[in-house]
T-cell receptor, first 112, second 113 residues
Framework: RKEVEQDPGPFNVPEGATVAFNCTYS??????FFWYRQDCRKEPKLLMS???SGNEDGRFTAQLNRASQYISLLIRDSKLSDSATYLC?????????????FGKGTHLIIQP | GAVVSQHPSWVICKSGTSVKIECRSL??????MFWYRQFPKQSLMLMAT?????????EQGVEKDKFLINHASLTLSTLTVTSAHPEDSSFYIC?????????FGSGTRLTVV
């Protein structure tokens, strides 16, 4: 079973729509959670961290369900520039120098 | 903000040659540098973790003698792909861990012909 699983998409949605996608993680010891954005042939860029209480940053809302080991990202009023691959990322330990575990990503295409 | 400068951006080399990739942390000290590899349509896979002044820790299945990592200072880490083969063609990317979290380099696209 993969450590971080995401639906690869692609998700094609019209501009202005609201879209949500999620991921599941297998390691219950995971303590930190993130959504990264990766544009084609570029490095990943941190979109937002994900907290147990849920958090919002502008048009983006992230949710974490520890019991179900499930993370979600919701994008409201989608823009053309939101087209990218969204990576679900977890870190197992809370401290120390541990690498991040990446999902394969969900490809989102916003259509005009 | 924190920046990691990664060079080269892309390289094409002949099979059997070695390629060195550099990552420099600018404006912060990267106590730890992570090296990832990403094949097309695949997720980033951690190859190794290096701490300044000590030997790198490699993930299972990654050959330490083939992928040489040097982390000589808090601002510079290098990855050398030795005796490269076509199957080593991939997108290699580093990530420095500093006080403010993880900062990625811009990646190196390696093509071995």
């Amino acid at each position: 079973r993969k450590e971080v699983e995401q639906d690869p998409g692609p998700f094609n949605v019209p501009e202005g729509a609201t879209v949500a996608f999620n991921c599941t993680y297998s390691n219950s010891a995971s303590q930190s959670f993130f959504w990264y954005r990766q544009d084609c042939r570029k490095e990943p860029k941190l979109l937002m961290s994900v907290y147990s209480s849920g958090n919002e940053d502008g048009r983006f809302t992230a949710q974490l369900n520890r019991a179900s080991q499930y993370i979600s990202l919701l994008i409201r009023d989608s823009k053309l520039s939101d087209s990218a691959t969204y990576l679900c990322v977890v870190k197992v330990s809370g401290g120390g120098a541990d690498g991040l575990t990446f999902g394969k990503g969900t490809h989102l295409i916003i259509q005009p | 903000g924190a920046v990691v400068s990664q060079h080269p951006s892309w390289v094409i080399c002949k099979s059997g040659t070695s390629v060195k990739i550099e990552c420099r942390s600018l404006d912060f000290q990267a106590t730890t540098m992570f090296w990832y590899r990403q094949f097309p349509k695949q997720s980033l896979m951690l190859m190794a973790t290096s701490n300044e002044g000590s030997k790198a820790t490699y993930e299972q299945g990654v050959e330490k003698d083939k992928f040489l990592i040097n982390h000589a200072s808090l601002t510079l880490s290098t990855l050398t792909v030795t005796s490269a083969h076509p199957e080593d063609s991939s997108f290699y990317i580093c990530s420095g861990q500093g006080a403010l979290g993880y900062t990625f380099g811009s990646g190196t696209r390696l093509t071995v012909v």
